[in-house]
């Protein structure tokens, strides 16, 4: 049987969140917030953790105010499937459908911000680049497809690890989210659901870290491909 403890709180922006204290929880309002994708340096290095990459925006007088590791990536921290930054294609997108491993467990998806800062999350076949994409990251699976719960995910399975996904809100803002604690899939799509979001994107899993200071949460070690944050003049 699963337990859920659950309790209601505004974010930052007014959202009322059914959140769940098993997860680290952040919502942000791109088109108020600065929220980038960052993968390689202007050197061409690989960011890799939430510390490299704080001490290149503090370069450039900006804050890191938030950061999570964004997608899979492959065994040289590229990223796995499709990656966009700045409207450059810098990774093609994966069309592969019968492949092992969960960002092959159809459907997945890509997440992405449009060059007018309006967050999406659609299934990798339904995904189309209309040269208006300014940020995008494929990772899979889907944790909500069009409201419903992946078809593939079992209530009270015995499937846990650390994990983070994101959604998009009713009201446009992104909801982040990552386990405190070992969590199913089914569990971490639920918050998603309860939340109201339409559609949410599983992320990674075990190797998943946030920076979220203002929450106490600070984990900068790590080894990522894609790192999506906020920063802050």
Not at 64 to 86: C, H, T, W
Not at 108 to 134: H, M, S, W
Not at 205 to 217: A, D, E, I, M, N
Request: aromatic fraction near 12%; glycine fraction near 8%.
């Amino acid at each position: 049987m699963t337990i859920y403890f659950l309790v209601y709180g505004l974010s930052c922006f007014g959202q009322l969140i059914h959140d769940d204290d098993r997860l680290l929880v952040y919502t942000v309002d791109p088109a108020k917030q600065e929220l980038r994708f960052f993968w390689k340096n202007n050197d061409g290095i690989n960011y890799s953790n939430f510390q490299s990459l704080r001490q290149e925006v503090a370069k450039k007088n900006k804050q890191l105010v938030f950061a999570m590791n964004g997608g899979m990536y492959k065994s040289d921290r590229s990223p796995q499937g499709l990656y966009i930054e700045n409207g450059r294609i810098l990774a093609k997108i994966d069309t592969t459908n019968k492949a092992s491993g969960n960002f092959y467990m159809q459907p997945n998806g890509v997440f992405y911000l449009t060059k007018a800062q309006r967050p999406v999350i659609c299934r990798t076949d339904a995904f189309i680049n209309d040269n208006n994409v300014e940020y995008a990251t494929q990772s899979g699976p889907m944790l909500l497809i069009d409201g419903t719960i992946h078809p593939k995910f079992n209530q009270g399975s015995s499937n846990i690890h650390i994990r983070n996904g994101v959604g998009v809100l009713p009201n446009g803002h992104v909801l982040f989210a990552m386990s405190k604690e070992e969590i199913n899939f089914y569990d971490l799509a639920t918050f998603f659901k309860l939340n109201g979001c339409l559609n949410a994107l599983y992320l990674d899993g075990f190797v998943s870290r946030t920076y979220l200071p203002s929450k106490g949460w600070e984990q900068l070690d790590g080894t990522f491909g894609v790192i999506i944050a906020e920063t802050r003049n």
